[in-house]
Structures are given as C-alpha cells and as structure tokens.
C-alpha cells in the first residue's frame, strides 16, 4: 500500500537523485574526456551540485515526513526505504553546516598537500594537513556518536553496523590462518610469470576486455567502456553504468582482471530495480556487498582454470607470438602467482589482506590517539616488515600511495577484505545451488551465476543490512572460513 506521504517522499529522492547522477555524470566525463581547461570551473560546478542534493536531502521537511511515514503501515520494500532514508538522515543531520564545510576545506588543503608530498616523496609535506584531519576526524566521531569505540562511528558511514569488535575478530583470523598459509607457499618453487609481461598491443587488448565483459553478462545498451587513469565505475541509475580500464602493453594482467574487477561492480549495478531508482531499494546494500560482487567475477570466476579453458585458446590466437607456447596450466599458475609487494593495488589475492590489516591496525591506533602523525611513516614501515617481510623504497610506494586519507576517507578500507570474504562465501553457496556452476563456467557460460547473484543480492538493494544480507543468502553470518576452504582448495592444486 501506497500512502501520500510516501509519494511525497518518493519524490523527493527521486529529484535528489537526479542532482546526485547528474553530479556523477560529470565526475565521469572529468575522469575521461574533459580537456584540461575546464578544470577548475568543474570543480565549482561539482561542489555546486553536491550541496544541492546535500541541502534538499537534509531539510527539516524530509525529517518530518520520514517521522510521519514511520508510523504508517507500509510494505515491506517501501517499509525498508523509509528505515534506510531515516537512518541516512540521521546520520547527516548529526554534522553541523559549519563542521561540513571545514571538512570539505581540511580534505581539500590534505589533497594538495598529498599531491605535492607524492611529487617531491616526502611524507612530510602532508603531515601537518593530515593532522588537522585526524583531529577533525576524531571530532567526528563525538559528534556521530558510538558505543565501544571511536573508529566505529566512522566505519558506519561505509559499512552499516561494522564495528571494531567484528574486524578484531576477523583480522586476528586474518593473521593466524593466513600468515602461516602464505610463508608455506611461498616457500615452494615459484613460477615462470614472464611471459605476462611481453608486448600485448593495445588495440588487441582492448578488444579482448570488450568480448570478456559481453561474456559475463555485461550490458552494453546500459553502459559504456572508456580509459581512465585509474578503473573505476559509475552508474546513473541502473539503465546507464559506466566503467573504464587502462591499458599497459607490457602487463597483460592490468587490463584483463581490472576489467573483469570493474564488470563485477557493473552487473550488480545493471542489476539493481529500476522501479526503485533513486531509492534506497534500488541502490547497491554497502562497499563490502559491491566489492563482493567485483571479487567474485575477478578472482573466483576470473582467475579459475574453468573460465581460462574456455578464453585461453581464443587468448592464444589473439596473442600467438607470445602465448603459442604456453601451456593454459603454467598460464593459470601465472595468473595466480603469488609475491609480497609494498603497493596495495599491486597485490595478489592472498597478499592483499595484509595490506588492508595495516591500514586497519593504524586507522584503529589513530582514533584511539595512540599513534602521533609524525610517528605515522615509521609506523607503516615496520608493519610492512613485520607481515609482507618488505622493506618500504619510499613514501611514494608506502605511506603516501592510497588517495583515501586525504579525502578525509577513514574506515574504508576494511570493506576491501570484508568484500572478499563476502565473495567467497557467496560464491559458495551459488555452487552448492547451481548444478554443474562449474561445468558451465567451462564452456563460457556464466549466465545462471548472474541470474543467481541477481534474485540472491542484486534485487534486494538495500533492503537488508550488509550482515542481514548474507545470513539471509548463505544462512550464516560472515566468516572468514570459506574464503579459507577457497585459497587452500585452489592453491593445493597451484603451487609446486
Ligand atoms: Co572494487
């Protein structure tokens, strides 16, 4: 049943809704196409734009409407959509005007003074601003409010309900099954990834990413690829979701698994209810869910042997020169090769959750106030030691690499590990529900995998919370346990 007040609100995110995809438009085209002079205008047009959706958003009308519609009876869906909205604006009218706007000018200073720390590779340069953020930060957090721990208030803006007792728990898993797990491999005799990194000309490559995402399942009526400098997708509505890649001739793997990554992100996207656009039932349930969704496609569909016996021999064609004489098992070894690096974005799929502790463990510190910002390099570089066993070459490739704390980002990062976690344990039970996933995968057909992850997470949107979500599909909480079962089962069979 359908009320007044509830067209009434209907409405209003819809319009917001509008601003905040016309604002995304732009960011796209500033990522792709926009020359050069038009910077600066665009960043005005940009802020413009946002505080528009903000200001309408948090308006003492849409409170009053959200009070009345909490008492009226509702469906279920349209019950959802009035909890979520609520919970947001609760959430946003919890920061003063004034303490938004300061953080809007602290991020920007940290920005440029990140930007100009990464030129000259000096930590330095960025303390002091990312100092005054951290304060501001922790400020945040007061005037957010939280139970056990400052942090928590801050992950919650990413990830609904996350706290730091839950990533304690997880991350100490983290530690104890995969630390040992990864010295064992690497201890074993590593493969030959050479051959990766050979020429692969990039018109070849770009087509090769275009008939990989058609064969996932991605739409191309609903969306478009383009090149940017770093992947990333954007979607205005679920009828027009964009991604892009880049192409390095000499590194055939950033293309491939940032396009199969990027199209992860996408199907769920495409796959959200357009009759729910603009509302939070139409909107994707948290980080950790869409990176679950990218995860999925890259490293449980994309780097199996199943998905390669079927595009290896099509690779090798395109490829001939430099594939001819490899064989699809020393392929699907190199894929799926694994070696400690300092840089995050360069990491394998074990690797990578070392990468995301640290960041954790120091975001954690940072908010408790136990780490001063000045001690904050020496700091990252002894973690990098203690579990990647790597000496950090320079601030550029250690504290200074990820753009997140400088837009005032912190709480982020867990939902990269958490997604894959999410992955495998969805992915798990979609094998145990489909027949023959596997079989099916082998002759290049996804399509009953997509139909899957579509009626399982993709129709919901944001109706459940991120926990609820996963107990409702797999029938448990999350755990790290079948990302485990997954590494140990894959890697028994790779390494040699
Ligand atoms: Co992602």
Redesign the pocket.
């Known amino acids: 049943m359908t009320s007044k007040n509830y067209k009434l609100l209907e409405v209003k995110l819809q319009k917001i809704a509008d601003i905040n995809y016309a604002t995304a438009l732009l960011h796209w085209d500033k990522e792709t196409y926009m020359p050069k002079k038009a910077a600066a205008l665009r960043s005005q047009q940009l802020s413009t734009l946002s505080e528009l959706g903000h200001s309408l958003f948090t308006e003492k009308s849409t409170g009053i409407l959200l009070n009345k519609l909490e008492k009226e009876n509702l469906n279920e869906t349209l019950e959802a959509n009035v909890k979520r909205t609520k919970e947001d604006y609760d959430k946003m009218i919890k920061l003063p005007g004034s303490f938004v706007a300061e953080s809007s000018m602290l991020s920007s200073k940290a920005f440029h003074a990140w930007i100009e720390a990464r030129k000259k590779n000096d930590f330095k340069i960025f303390e002091d601003p990312l100092d005054k953020l951290i304060s501001h930060k922790r400020k945040e957090a007061d005037l957010l409010g939280f139970s056990d721990h400052p942090y928590d208030a801050l992950l919650d803006l990413y990830e609904p309900g996350l706290t730091v007792s839950t990533l304690n728990r997880l991350f100490k898993n983290v530690r104890e099954q995969l630390v040992p797990f990864v010295a064992e491999l690497r201890s074993k005799k590593q493969i030959d990834t050479n051959f990766l990194f050979l020429k692969y000309p990039s018109d070849k490559q770009w087509n090769f990413g275009i008939d990989i995402l058609k064969n996932i399942g991605y739409d191309f009526d609903a969306g478009r690829q383009d090149i940017s400098e770093h992947p990333f997708t954007i979607n205005f509505g679920s009828t027009d979701v964009r991604v892009t890649t880049r192409i390095d001739e000499y590194d055939f793997s950033n293309m491939t698994w940032s396009c199969i990554?990027e199209g992860g992100?996408a199907l769920y996207e495409q796959g959200l209810p357009i009759d729910q656009y603009g509302l939070p039932c139409g909107s994707a349930a948290s980080l950790s869910i869409?990176?679950s969704q990218?995860r999925l496609w890259e490293n449980m569909v994309g780097r199996g042997k199943n998905f390669w016996k079927f595009h290896y021999p099509k690779l090798q064609k395109i490829f001939p020169k430099n594939l001819s004489n490899i064989s699809l098992d020393h392929f699907y070894k190199a894929i799926n090769h694994i070696e400690p690096n300092y840089i995050r974005t360069e990491a394998d799929e074990l690797h990578y959750h070392f990468h995301v502790m640290i960041r954790y463990e120091i975001e954690k510190s940072i908010m408790e106030g136990l780490i001063k910002t000045s001690d904050l390099r020496d700091y990252w570089n002894a973690r990098y030691k203690e579990y990647l066993n790597v000496d950090v070459p320079s601030d550029l490739e250690g504290i200074l690499q990820d753009i997140h704390w400088s837009h005032g980002s912190f709480g982020y990062f867990p939902t990269y590990s958490l997604g894959s976690f999410y992955a495998a344990q969805f992915y798990e039970k979609a094998k145990a529900d489909i027949t023959n996933l596997e079989k099916q995968i082998e002759s290049g057909n996804s399509s009953e995998l997509l139909h899957w992850l579509r009626n399982n997470i993709h129709a919901h949107g944001r109706k459940y919370l991120p926990n609820e979500l996963c107990k409702q599909v797999t029938g448990s909480e999350l755990s790290l346990d079948p990302f485990m079962d997954y590494v140990k089962l894959k890697y028994s069979e790779i390494a040699i």
């Open positions: 990554h992100h869409h990176e990218s």
